[in-house]
């Protein structure tokens, strides 16, 4: 038991409470007057910035920071058209605590659980954080990018044309779009979360490339599945768009399991 808590109770160095406080800080600063989170949301980033500090380190930070700056650099691709379609996020792009948590919280229970992860296979913690938020960076992509195609199609019925926008509906933009977002998780992965750089604190993830072939296909596969959740029970009214995002995440977490124990 003593073990146990010891691995969900950090002991973090002073500096470490320092440095990570200010840069989480600015974080939230930051993203509140440039409107890529609105203010609670902000908040809200910044504290769970700083836990993943606390509980990682500043490697796996910067990796969560790396799928925000993407994130909002797609939301504001052709944000005008976007926003004459009604297609846009928040009132200047901003997005809100729902879609924080949505994204955020299956990465922040990872991180608050890697001692115990890795306890059972070293790395395994490192995996699913990499997985986790390649899913949720693949589907972000989709939806961003892939809103402005002219002609998707149904994912559930491939000859059928829906409006942009309509949940469900994927075409060849936004998927070219989830393989890029996934893609630049999973370098991202590889260089932040991975030995490569260093073997100290949750780095036990062997380095190569087959982590960032993994966190590609895991990666696009979760959009897809993003995507068959909106043709389905959201078009349904049974979960909203913040629901699909966790559940989706949430499948590949589960499924990356079994992938991780056969490739490592």
Not at 185 to 208: C, K, M, Q, S, W
Request: with cysteine; glycine share 10%; aromatic share 10%.
């Amino acid at each position: 038991m003593s073990d146990v808590l010891t691995s969900l109770i950090p002991q973090p160095e002073g500096i470490t409470l320092v440095l990570g406080s200010s840069l989480c800080l600015l974080l939230g600063i930051f993203s509140y007057f440039r409107k890529v989170l609105d203010l609670k949301a902000s908040i809200l980033a910044s504290a769970l910035g700083f836990m993943i500090i606390i509980y990682s380190d500043f490697f796996w930070f910067f990796l969560l920071l790396l799928f925000l700056a993407a994130s909002y650099i797609v939301t504001m691709w052709r944000y005008s058209a976007k926003d004459r379609k009604g297609l846009s996020q928040g009132q200047l792009g901003e997005r809100g605590v729902r879609n924080v948590l949505s994204n955020g919280a299956i990465p922040f229970v990872i991180v608050l659980t890697s001692g115990l992860l890795d306890e059972i296979s070293a790395g395994l913690a490192g995996f699913l954080f990499i997985i986790s938020i390649a899913i949720a960076t693949s589907d972000t992509f989709a939806s961003e990018i892939g809103i402005v195609a002219r002609k998707p199609r149904m994912i559930t019925s491939p000859k059928t044309i829906v409006k942009p926008g309509v949940d469900g509906g994927v075409s060849l933009l936004g998927n070219t779009a989830a393989f890029l977002g996934a893609l630049i998780i999973g370098i991202g992965g590889y260089f932040l979360v991975t030995d490569r750089l260093t073997t100290i604190g949750p780095h036990g993830l062997e380095a190569g490339v087959l982590v960032v072939m993994v966190a590609v296909v895991v990666g696009w596969f979760g959009c897809q599945f993003d995507s068959l959740l909106g043709a389905t029970l959201q078009r349904k009214g049974l979960v909203s768009n913040d629901m699909v995002n966790f559940l989706t995440i949430l499948v590949g977490m589960v499924f990356s399991l079994p992938l991780y124990f056969l490739l490592y």
